[in-house]
């Protein structure tokens, strides 16, 4: 794997002051953001700079039920090929469910929502991830995400869990030591633990971002300055593995170019600690309870669990990621029902979450309930910044009313979607209650609604009515 260093996530909020940063030698970008054709002046400068660009997805869903669309990853490998991208990144979880594979609702989450550790799901994930992987020109990286609930019944450790899928895949791993200190925070899982039961051979490079704990909740809010627990992991990853990268993300409330350089420091100092410590380092660890595909024609795993094995752990033969890769890693098809009994389970989490429908037996209900919160809080501020109109017309009434619209109307298609079934819902129940902000509303929703901008003056009205004629 390429030597990155150290970098930061561009998004346009800091672009010049990313531009203007030294020590920057690379950047990661949202691939969904961008357009290829018409990449934003300040990345491309970056890029005439010699900065490298990495694109990381966020709505692939590769941890979902259904197959990865085939739209989706065109226009991944459209901005990975564009940006002269080495890798792309994306997320291990899902991010919707329903629709014909369970004959439910088809419903959007707007967010990555956890997988759960069982072999259905990572039978499913390690498909999708090949069926990616022939899809993109470049190489794959995949990252652990944060949680704030856990699923009943999970077979697998994290750190198991993404060692066979290195295994099965040769994918890379993006880890995200934020998310690490989340989990140990939300699901008790130890970072320690975690860092040890992982391939990091097949480390791309690491995350590093902050968050807020609100009653024992940790929110991987990415608005937040990294605290001493996150930079603590990473002085731990740095002992086991020289990082090829480290990226700080940001996503929201930025401080000035002078915080940010000051975290970045704290970046490079975390890691300059973990390297000062060889004796922790690891050059391959041994992944626990891992099992090849098998070859064709054989009917049992290349597996052996014999009476010196931990208890519970399976004793494996180990495969590096570009052992895999170089194999050809085929897509093997899930088991038969997996996809089903995985996309069930899904929907019936994600309704309970954005539909209001009763909690799946086993699942935390007050932790569901923080999810359920979160993910409405998410879309209102998310719906804001793509519609800024909107809480300009509604005042501050704005999130009053698009929380009460969130909690009848699931989200079902991407956040412009969204705001204009809000808008269309509130003219529909009679708000809002100023009769002038109803005509604005009114007006906004009928310029975005149809196939084209509505006319204007009345010219353009005349026009439209000599047509009709």
């Known amino acids: ?33 961008i357009c290829p054709g018409h990449l934003p002046e300040p990345l491309l400068r970056l890029r005439e700079r010699g900065v490298t660009v990495i694109p990381h997805g966020v709505s692939l869903g590769l941890g979902g039920a259904e197959r990865p669309d085939q739209d989706r990853l065109t226009a991944l490998a459209a901005r990975a090929e564009a940006l002269g991208a080495p890798l792309v990144t994306e997320h291990i979880a899902f991010v919707r469910a329903g629709g014909a594979l369970t004959a439910s609702p088809h419903l959007e989450a707007g967010h990555l929502l956890p997988v759960p550790r069982t072999r259905d799901a990572l039978d ?8 990616a992987q022939e899809a993109l020109p470049v190489p794959l990286a995949l990252e652990n995400i944060a949680a704030l609930f856990s699923w009943p019944g999970e077979e697998l450790t994290e750190g198991q869990f993404l060692a066979e899928l290195v295994e099965r895949t040769g994918a890379r791993l993006l880890i995200d030591v934020a998310n690490l200190h989340t989990n140990h925070v939300n699901r008790g899982e130890d970072p320690a633990e975690a860092l040890a039961a992982l391939p990091l051979d097949a480390l791309a490079y690491v995350h590093v971002a902050g968050g807020v704990e609100r009653d024992g909740v940790w929110h991987d ?31 929201d409330d930025f401080p000035g170019p002078a915080e940010l350089e000051r975290e970045l420091e704290a970046i490079r100092g975390a890691v300059a600690a973990g390297r000062a410590c060889p004796a922790g380092r690891v050059s391959r660890p041994a992944p626990p309870l891992t099992t090849l ?6 009917t049992t795993p290349l597996s052996s669990a014999g009476p010196s094995s931990p208890a519970g752990l399976t004793t494996t033969t180990t495969v590096t990621a570009e052992a895999a890769a170089e194999a050809g890693a085929v897509a093997v098809p899930a088991p038969a029902g997996a996809r089903q009994r ?39 501020g998310v719906v804001a910044k793509m519609a800024p109109e909107l809480p300009v017309i509604l005042g501050d009434g704005y999130r009053e009313a698009f929380l009460g619209y969130a909690r009848v109307r699931p989200m079902t298609g991407g956040y412009r979607r969204d705001a204009l079934d809000f808008a269309g819902h509130l003219l529909k129940v009679g708000g809002p209650a100023d009769a002038r902000a109803r005509r604005e509303l009114r007006r906004w929703w ?4 149809g196939p084209a901008p509505r006319p204007r003056g009345l010219a353009a ?4 009515l000599l047509r009709r004629g």
């Open 1 to 33: 794997m390429r030597r990155l260093g150290t970098g930061i996530g561009w998004r346009p909020e800091i672009a010049d002051a990313v531009e203007r940063m030294p020590g920057i030698d690379w950047v990661e970008v949202v691939a969904e953001n």
């Open 124 to 131: 499913v994930l390690c498909e999708n991830v090949r069926i």
């Open 221 to 251: 809010s990415h608005a937040h300055p990294v605290p001493r627990p996150v930079l603590d992991i990473l002085t731990g990853l740095a002992a086991r593995v020289s990082p090829p990268g480290v990226l700080l993300e940001r996503d």
């Open 293 to 298: 595909p098998a070859p064709a024609g054989a």
């Open 342 to 380: 995985l996309g069930v389970g899904q929907a019936a989490v994600l309704s309970a979450l954005v539909a209001g429908t009763p909690v799946p037996e086993g699942f935390d209900r007050v932790r569901l309930g923080v999810q359920a919160r979160a993910l409405a809080a998410k879309r209102a």
């Open 446 to 449: 009928l310029d975005r609604a």
């Open 461 to 464: 009205r005349a026009r439209v």
